[in-house]
């Protein structure tokens, strides 16, 4: 347990994949500001027209409960991915879904209480925690939980003063932190609670909680393709889901982090933290959030170089993980970006942005949204 080599190992499990994400934009910061700099160019030139709306209607529904607050997405075609921003996006490759309902917004923490209710499910940040999702055979198999960390919670961010408050030397670390009690529950740790956020998107789920929900709801997690052609909203061309500017007309359409970055979110947006879910425009297939507020887990395995294999019809993701950051580590993808997401860093709210999380793990700012295939 005094290796420092494997309290490393021990302190990058606890803090999960997010932060090893994170350490991807790190490293990717100058891609990402380059995609924020083409962003700009893309916001110069006129807007793209946008596709028309495939004329498929719904099947035919009777009361079927599950659909309640879904909206259908009609089958059809599209790009998924894009070329020059983060390596993960590329190569755009053509998709063809089948129709699909899905959920209009975020699961909130009313729908999640719904569901522990029901069931007497207790979340993974709930637990002890447990070396789940290291793969056998990695170097990873073996280390121990250091005894700070073998405790129930889950990773939050801290607020530094100061840029000068980060540590080179820890870099993300500096300002995400382990928290022990903190659970979508308590969603800054103990002290927190979930009193006038009811109708906020559930958070500290991992994809483990995630998948478990779906089951008692007669859902299914959405594979990345769908998530993504999803939240174009018909328009397969657009950086957003609303088109190619980031604020048209000066507003904000999203709720994402504006300010100094990880210093000072300023809100210009309405919100610092998560927003009650329909606080801004449904994009054109009526779902709410589907750019921002939080993260949403994917049924997909991570694979950095899927888009170069990836079936055409339906494609249901990798049949294992691979990130080669974090190799030993089985990891799902996430999507849409985050209120922790700004452009001086991950810019994840772009409809091709891909992210990854460790599937044991949940944060705070992170959640989901279901399917369910006719
Ligand atoms: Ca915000
Ligand atoms: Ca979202």
Sequence with gaps: MKNPVIAASVFLLAVLSLVASLTLSVRTDSGSMETASQTGNAESTAAQPADPLPEVKPPVVS????????????????????????????????????GFWMDATEVTNADFEAFTDATGYITTAERAPELR???????????EILPEFNKPGSICSLQLDSRKDIDPAKGAYSWWQYVPGADWKHPEGPGSNLEDRMDHPVVHVSWLDAQEYCKWAGKHLPTEAQWEYAARGGHSKD?????????????????????????EDIGEDGFTRTAPVRSFPANDYGLFDISGNVWEWCADYYQLEYYSESPTHNP??????????????????????SFMCSDQYCVGYRVTARMKGEEDTGAFHTGFRCIVVP
Excluded: A, C
């Design 63 to 98: 009361e079927d409960p599950r659909l309640k607050g879904m909206v259908w997405i009609p089958p059809g075609k599209f790009m998924m991915g894009e070329i020059d921003t983060m390596p993960d996006e590329f190569p755009p490759h053509e998709v063809e879904l089948d």
């Design 133 to 143: 999702s290291i793969k056998r055979g990695s170097d990873l198999e073996n280390v």
């Design 239 to 263: 950086t957003y889901p609303w088109g190619n500017e980031r604020n048209p007309d000066g507003k904000w359409l999203h709720n994402i982090w504006q300010g100094e970055f990880p210093v």
């Design 316 to 337: 249901p993701g990798p049949t294992s993980s691979l990130d080669p950051q974090e190799p030993g580590i089985i990891k799902r993808v996430q999507r849409g970006g």
